[in-house]
């Protein structure tokens, strides 16, 4: 098994600012620091102050090209042990960056953005607070894992299902919230299903948003908006506060569930966006739709195949064709599903059928899916399986996803380009020496924008030595983003420093061209004040009304911090 | 035609701060306010800035039972202009109260919150900046009104729907988002399904949220978000800044469409909301669907029927019935639509169908609508059409606000409860004595929540001689609004005191019990904060971030303003 590799030792002897980090506090005044110290461990308990070094290499690692060692980390359990917390970071003046899991893989992970602040580990708050079967909902606190609430539904019969992202099984379901992300299911943009957060805010005082700060208010968890400013968005990817608790609606299991797939040419890209923007728009189809390139089903399904390309990358055409056509792989694949009763499932159905009718559209439902299953073990009796088995495995974890069903599955892709043996204890891109940028931006939902999108990151990524993995999620009726990630092995210099340049140009080159990226990781923060803006400078004026010290996460989202 | 009664008029010997109010500008020191008014004459434009008591009466009006009269009245016509007014604004310590049309109907009207303010009337700002019809949005500015929107959208034969609220034709289609109003359509959550603002702050800053600060950023209008804080929430149902410009998504033509009515008796209402509660929740019934009583329909048609009741008020339950039986009105009436393609809308009604069995549903669609006219026309030459015509001509403008057809019909409900000759040259409230005053609480769709709400205000509505016209809106898929209104001849002291009483029983009442408004208008204003709260402390934090002066709205959502 690999030996864990802290960020910090990428290029120890290239990068200023993650020397100056291994020499703890740093610009913090040592007894300063050491009084917080001691004032947390008599908040929290000792043992969950941690400021030894292995503990802060921890924490330090990334699967970027740099990333910033804490000065140490804070384990509180609860909401009044965060407030003790931030009141004595606020009175020292010390910076805290709260985690929930720290599993923002590829977006910065569980490292701060800047140098001397301390991570506030919430893992421990990890409390399903509640869970209501009448009207759909349950109340998490942050270190609540997606493995751990599907767990819950299932195990307790609830007859509710949630959305998982992507991030796999121990990923928390608030960070993911808070950070924007998405998934595969009816509630797929996880933003619009909140209901009410608890946060606290950097002097200590607990804000509960939405209707949550009226005493006994019964359509808290129901409805949104509150009375008065809607506050919710202004704590989503910002440093405005620590949330501690979100109200997440989910979904009731619908009477009938169809999963679809349709895999397709390479010319086919914007005929199938423009086919199924239209789709999106009317609300017919309600889920995010994802279309990957075979590059990113590929990554999920093995490793580049060095030995095959001759030691030669970015993949070769020749090969690149070959590995499709032996894994039934189309240049475009697409994967969604549709939610509702017998009658309106059958009916979208059909009109998707009609409506894909140049290709051909897989559906998949429990049933039809344990019926393919015996079909394949039949036909491999006799040898005629011919790659069904395959097809039927590399599906089920999508198929899954699309019920909610959180899954480690796609965290493989990110080891795409990682040599030498695989690590066989963990599916965590950390502890597998997975070098992962993303690179995420966003685009209207039009195929003469897709295709605008691809020649222009293609060239990129092949100049640098990397191949393009890109996901095209139809995120809302009218949007998507198009998720790409310098995919590298972190143990080499080389395709480090090629990583970052590509990352960079890619970044720059996006933006110029007016592709916003729909979130960002430390390497990306500082991109993000393209020109002098009000936006950012309100931004900083709302940062200094809460949280005057700036002692939460400073640099996060937060491109003009000193 | 009777006269304007200006809203100062209603109680002027026992209103302290009407009284106030009619001597200008009150607190104010005289020569600053005479500079500011010769600073925005210069900036704007002599002819757009009226300060002569005619215009202040004009703008001091309400349908509720006190209003403040404004200092003086502006009418700026660009972004430019804001700014300009905005800077003098700030300059001079004057408050500006932005208004889009004035029609806040029952919440406040054209009146600002508080004494002293000089309204920002942006109605000529009524710019239709952009319609794009392969995304579905429009850019509007706040002057625009429901009717220009659904004009141009017609008339250039956009394919693109619009939702209305029920507020008519003139009323600004950003003043309603902003209040966080709702419609009747798949995109009736009006707060949802804005893309871009443009913000302009008390110092003269122009904020574009969301990717509008991006230089040609690609999805501006197709995603809201943005990158960084998602800022938009909390420029709604507040006072900090002038919204001057805002993207809204507007729906394709769905291929098929079909409104749906029933009418149940008194004890269906809590079943009709346990049966339509689980369709919304799924995702398949996709419109806010309104739930109406007996009163409210009767409201629409008809004054109340001082004559037949024998001057007694409320309504007494046999002549209740008998109006009912005569306009074949049930206790409960429901509306809602289904949108989407031949298939879907077809397998919906099914289900839908299924669902009410125990009900008679009519689906109606522009086919068998005119189907029914022709019926309806052949059977009364025979006198056969048995009140067929009444009922046709009453489901009209429901049906065409589900397609999202603006019409001034709702505005007659207003009327309920005024005497005499009608105004025939007017819909507006204002013009036709209309005392109109909403409370609008939210709750959790179920039909045991809707009847204990009804439970709760029947009585207090009775007790003060008024009659509950209630509508339950199911608003998103977990949540409802019990949109109620006190209506009242605002001519009549005895009639006003006895609104004001009622409407602060109701207020109180329902806010002890949990049932928090979703909005409010002046005299609810400093009923929001029941106890000490943070919610409103960070409010007031950001208030003061980004209007140091608070020169914008001093009041409006914010109950503890000094």
Not at 111 to 135: C, G, H, S, W, Y
Not at 333 to 361: C, D, F, M, P, Q
Not at 542 to 552: E, F, R, T, V
């Amino acid at each position: 098994m690999p030996t864990v590799t802290p960020g910090a030792a990428v290029q120890p002897s290239t990068d200023a600012r993650l020397r100056q980090s291994s020499s703890a506090p740093g610009a913090m005044n040592r007894s300063e620091f050491e009084e917080a110290l001691e004032a947390w461990s008599h908040a929290i308990g000792t043992e969950y102050v941690k400021a030894d070094p292995r503990t802060r290499d921890h924490y330090g690692r990334t699967t970027g090209v740099e990333a910033r060692r804490p000065l140490a980390v804070l384990y509180p359990e609860s909401t009044e042990q965060v407030r003790e917390v931030l009141r004595i970071a606020s009175a020292q003046g010390i910076a805290v960056y709260p985690i929930s899991r720290g599993k923002n893989w590829g977006y910065g992970d569980a490292a701060p953005v800047r140098e001397n602040q301390v991570v506030l580990d919430l893992k421990r708050m990890n409390r399903i607070i509640e869970v209501n079967t009448q009207f759909c909902y349950a109340v998490i606190e942050p270190g609540v894992t997606q493995e751990q609430l599907y767990k819950y539904l299932k195990v307790n019969k609830t007859g509710l299902w949630m959305d998982s992202s992507g991030a796999g099984l121990d990923a928390s379901i608030v960070g993911n919230i808070l950070d924007r992300g998405f998934g595969h299911t009816r509630y797929g943009d996880h933003c619009l299903t909140t209901c009410g957060m608890q946060v606290v805010l950097a002097g200590g005082e607990v804000l509960n948003t939405g209707m949550g700060h009226y005493p006994g208010a019964r359509a808290h968890r129901t409805y949104r908006y509150g009375t008065g400013p809607f506050l919710d968005g202004i704590f989503t990817q910002s440093n405005f506060g620590v949330v501690t608790q979100v109200g997440v609606w989910l979904m009731p299991e619908p009477e009938a569930f169809s999963a679809f797939f349709l895999s397709a040419g390479e010319e086919s890209l914007p005929d199938l966006v423009d086919r199924l923007a239209p789709l999106r728009l009317q609300g017919i189809l309600q889920s995010t739709i994802h279309v990957g390139n075979d590059l990113r089903v590929l990554s999920g399904r093995m490793r580049y195949p060095w030995d095959r390309a001759g030691g030669r990358a970015p993949l070769p055409r020749e090969l690149r064709a070959a590995l499709c056509a032996e894994g039934a792989i189309g240049a475009w694949n697409v994967a969604g599903a549709i939610y509702g009763s017998r009658e309106t499932v059958a009916a979208t159905r059909k009109l998707l059928k009609r409506t894909l009718s140049k290709y051909r559209v897989t559906f998949l439902n429990d049933r039809t899916l344990a019926l393919a299953g015996r079909v394949q073990r039949f036909l491999s009796r006799f040898g005629l399986a011919n790659g069904l088995g395959a097809r039927l495995e590399s599906v089920k974890p999508v198929y899954g996803l699309l019920k909610g069903i959180p899954t480690d599955e796609p965290l493989h892709g990110a080891q795409w380009r990682v040599r030498g043996p695989v690590n066989p204890d963990s599916a965590d891109p950390l502890d597998c020496n997975s070098g992962l940028m993303w690179v995420a931006p966003v685009l209207s939902a039009s195929g003469g924008e897709a295709t605008r999108l691809v020649l222009l990151i293609e060239p990129i990524y092949e100049k640098h030595g990397f191949d393009a993995l890109v996901t095209f999620t139809m995120i809302t009726e009218r949007a998507m983003i198009c998720v790409t990630n310098v995919a590298f092995d972190r143990r080499l210099p080389d395709e480090v420093a090629r990583a970052r340049a590509c990352y960079e140009e890619l970044t720059n080159r996006l933006a110029g061209e007016g592709y916003v990226s729909y979130r960002t990781g430390p390497a990306g923060m500082s991109k993000l004040d393209l020109s002098s803006s009000v936006f950012w400078d309100v931004s900083a004026r709302i940062k200094q009304a809460l949280d005057p010290k700036g002692i939460i996460s400073p640099g996060r989202y937060q491109p003009n911090a000193a």
